[in-house]
């Protein structure tokens, strides 16, 4: 009968850790698609500098490799007058010379920054550079825009760090408490070896091991269970997934099953001595 009980205490504190453990997962894919999504906007995000009428394509192109060179510019494109009629003609689906009889565009360059450069100040001083050349009629970007991303971007991660510290204290008082109820049935067991002569190092041995086989065991298993859940998203949305990087997905793998190992074995180590420390009274009174 008591070893029927000792399985079904052990088998409910594999499942609870393992769901805590995949709770945390879940918090952290969340965090990881949010840091991609807003790279990835940040990514998409341009300056369109607009090229005075006299200046000749050579001219351009030198100061589009100048450009290039820039520490917050990741890359640029060159737009032509007639290449920009035509992306107009295709967008509208009219021809802007018919009603004006002439080309109204001017030739741009479309520049994408660097992520740490997607900000209104470095972007500011970016563009005044940029106008300061004889070559540049303007620069235009949405700073508007812009500042939404950014501040919706510094709101959110604050919430996910918020939400991660409080789910990270719930999950350490479920585990501890768990774990701390696997070892109170063996609390006299414990203090008869240190009577007999057992050191505490000798006594929690065991403890620990086993202990860090469930956080393993359970890190195992919550990791299964969430690239169960990131497989059905990527049938259901493919989209989604392309802004998860497979690199931080396995990098949060490894941190939930070390998350697991690491807050087991130490509450059980703080169990242990807790018992250990009691006299054999108060081993009846708790």
Not at 14 to 34: D, F, P, W
Not at 53 to 68: D, P, S, V, Y
Request: a positive charge.
């Amino acid at each position: 009968m008591k070893r029927r009980v000792f399985k079904v205490q052990t088998i409910s504190v594999y499942i609870s850790t393992t769901l805590v453990l995949l709770l945390l997962g879940i918090m952290g894919i969340m965090i990881v698609g949010a840091k991609s999504l807003s790279e990835s906007v940040k990514q998409n995000l341009t300056l369109s500098v607009i090229i005075n009428k006299n200046t000749k394509e050579k001219a351009i192109l030198k100061m589009q490799k100048e450009i290039e060179k820039m520490p917050a510019v990741k890359e640029s494109r060159y737009i032509s007058k007639d290449e920009a009629l035509a992306e107009e003609k295709e967008a509208l689906g009219t021809d802007p010379t018919e009603l004006l009889g002439y080309n109204p565009f001017e030739a741009s360059l479309e520049i994408k920054l660097n992520n740490e450069y997607s900000n209104s100040d470095s972007i500011a001083i970016l563009q005044k550079k940029l106008e300061k050349r004889s070559e540049v009629k303007e620069v235009a970007f949405q700073k508007e825009l812009l500042d939404t991303i950014n501040s919706n971007i510094h709101r959110i991660g604050v919430m996910m760090l918020v939400l991660f510290v409080m789910l990270t204290l719930i999950s350490w008082s479920l585990i501890s408490n768990l774990v701390r109820l696997s070892i109170y049935s063996k609390r006299f067991l414990l203090h008869t070896m240190k009577l007999v002569g057992a050191t505490w190092a000798f006594i929690r041995r065991p403890f620990i091991i086993s202990n860090m086989r469930i956080g393993l065991f359970s890190g195992i298993m919550a990791n299964a269970l969430l690239a169960f859940m990131l497989y059905m998203i990527n049938r259901s949305e493919p989209a989604i997934m392309t802004l998860m990087p497979w690199e931080n997905l396995f990098l949060v793998g490894l941190v939930v099953i070390a998350f697991g190992m690491a807050i087991c074995t130490l509450c059980a180590y703080l169990s242990v001595n807790r018992f250990l420390r009691m006299r054999s009274n108060d081993l009846y009174f708790i």
